[in-house]
């Protein structure tokens, strides 16, 4: 059965720093897009961050260098660091796996096959 697990959320104040990480079993990781998304308090969910299976990494706009995504397939893990956080990042964050490899909706949620459970990420002052 697979299962995604995430963990280091929390509460940070604007600028600070988080690494999240999710923990991925019963599929052959390797082979699957890994994604982000969050979703803030009365909003829809969102793409954050992917790590397609060929190395490609791909990032939501606001994100765009204070956020890293990377992946170590002989763990099975794959992490967000986030640096410079800010109000807006606040949100529940979850890991997804997608196994289409679909270049074109690697930020549509509706196409990740799993998710996890959800992590809380607040950042206020």
């Known amino acids: 059965q697979v299962q995604l697990v995430e963990s280091g959320g929390g509460l940070v104040q604007p600028g600070a720093s988080l690494r999240l990480s999710c923990a991925a079993s019963?599929?052959?990781?390797?082979?699957?897009?890994m994604g982000w998304f969050r979703q803030a308090p009365g909003k829809e969910r969102e793409f954050v961050a992917a790590s397609r299976y060929n190395g490609y990494t791909y990032y939501k706009d606001s994100v765009k260098g204070r956020f890293t995504i990377s992946r170590d397939n002989a763990k099975n893990t794959v992490a967000l660091q986030m640096n410079s956080l800010e109000p807006d990042d606040t949100g529940v964050y979850y890991c997804?796996?997608?196994?289409?490899?679909?270049?074109?909706?690697?930020?549509?949620?509706?196409?990740?096959?799993?998710w996890g459970q959800g992590i809380e990420v607040t950042v206020s002052s």
């Open positions: 997804a796996a997608d196994g289409n490899g679909i270049l074109s909706t690697i930020r549509d949620p509706d196409t990740y096959d799993h």
């Open positions: 019963g599929l052959t990781f390797r082979r699957y897009t």
